[in-house]
């Protein structure tokens, strides 16, 4: 393998959806929002996704994972932590599509993230970590450390207060014999 990273663009979108977890699940009115709010946060600057390639593969098929990422409120945080409704991602997609207003939304915006990472700093979420079904697990295990080098790299520069994980099956994890 020769992995490599580098920002999604608007033509991965569906090549990541592809990769999401079979575990995760979300109303079909959420899952049909998807391509739309994800290319949205991309154009907005809001979310940060990462693809990770394999140079040894052809082109069609050299996405081999991915990583995606949004700065959140503190209420949304707060609400995940007592327990709130899940899955997080879909629950922000969800919020985010109600037209709220800016203010209002779990996604914090630029201005909000500038006033944050300038002041008590930023929670980031987790919004999904994927790769393809078909990678053996030890291609997995490179793959899940390679985006970790991502994230770091990603986030490195801001003043993160706390880093949430969606806990939805959004964010597999690799164990001995499992392939994601």
Known sequence: MHLTYRPATAGDIEACLAMLPPAFTCPPAVWAAFPQTWRRWQADGVMQMTVLEDGHRPPPTRRIAFGSGVFVSDAFVA??????????SARAIREWQAGRAPSASPVLGLEAVRAANSGPGLNLLILHVGWREDLPAEEARWAK?????ALLSTYGGYRLREINEAPDG????????QTG
């Not at 609400?79 to 997080?88: D, F, L, T, V, W």
């Open 145 to 149: 450390g390679k985006l970790l080098e």
């Open 79 to 88: 609400e995940a932590k007592s327990g709130g409704e899940p899955p997080q």
């Open 170 to 177: 959004a964010s597999p994890e690799v164990s001995e014999g």
